[in-house]
């Protein structure tokens, strides 16, 4: 069956460090990967996608790159702040259906 | 900035009862979804919704559970008969058509609402 992993539940790095995030998933070829943010009792919030046929993947502070070789994507937030703080979910979907399928997420704290 | 808004945010029910969670999309959208996610778990997929009618469903989403778009803004869950393992927090999205492949490519998400089945 398809299952799509997050490194270590819990991420802990000091403000302005480079946080990396890993999602590796197995059993599926994914057209889209999406990474999202979501807050303590809160919906996800849409942060970057990335297609299959796309490595590299910008929007500000935040890099998403994907190996579909290596079935794995890392999410990159640099220069971190201790508002960066939050869960952040990774999501695939296949090209025939519109079917998120979320990883369970990895906690980032950043320490002032 | 639009956004998808839910209703009502907290729910409390006796199992048994029927429940109805409602929410608006974001209003050019034309793809409609219910997620949920249990405490401490991962979000999972209940259904899709296109064109009036659900496009895809999860083994979750079994006959206890109805979508419906009432009129021209709003998107609804219903839960029949609730037990207490449908207690979660039940996340509507949408997403606009237009990205390739036919389906909208970023599902945005509303707050989220949270049911207590008790």
């Known amino acids: 069956s398809q299952k799509i992993e997050q490194n270590s539940e819990a991420l802990n790095i000091q403000e302005g460090k480079t946080a990396t995030l890993t999602c590796n998933y197995t059993?599926?070829?994914?057209?889209?990967l999406q990474w999202y943010r979501q807050d303590p009792g809160r919906g996800p919030v849409f942060l970057l996608l990335?297609?299959?046929?796309?490595k590299e993947k910008r929007k500000e502070r935040l890099k998403v790159t994907f190996d579909t070789t290596l079935k794995q994507s890392l999410f990159h937030i640099t220069a971190s702040q201790p508002a960066d703080s939050a869960t952040y979910l990774c999501a695939l979907r296949g090209g025939a259906t519109n079917k998120l399928i979320f990883g369970t997420g990895t906690l980032l704290a950043v320490q002032p | 900035e639009p956004e998808v808004t839910q209703t009502p945010s907290h729910q409390v029910t006796q199992m048994g009862q029927e429940v109805i969670l409602r929410c608006v999309p974001i209003?050019?959208?034309?793809?409609f979804y219910w997620y949920r996610q249990i405490l401490g778990q991962k979000v999972e997929f209940l259904v899709s919704?296109?064109?009036?009618?659900?496009?895809?469903k999860s083994e979750i989403f079994d006959d206890q559970f109805s979508v419906e778009r009432p009129d021209g803004s709003n998107f609804t869950l219903k839960i029949r008969s609730t037990k207490l393992e449908d207690s979660a927090m039940y996340f509507c999205?949408?997403?606009?058509?237009?990205?390739?492949?036919?389906?909208?490519?970023?599902?945005?998400f509303g707050p989220g609402t949270r049911l207590l089945v008790l």
């Open positions: 999205a949408s997403s606009d058509p237009s990205g390739p492949a036919h389906f909208g490519e970023t599902q945005y």
């Open positions: 059993n599926y070829s994914p057209a889209y």
């Open positions: 990335i297609r299959e046929n796309e």
């Open positions: 919704f296109y064109n009036n009618e659900i496009s895809e």
């Open positions: 209003s050019n959208h034309l793809y």
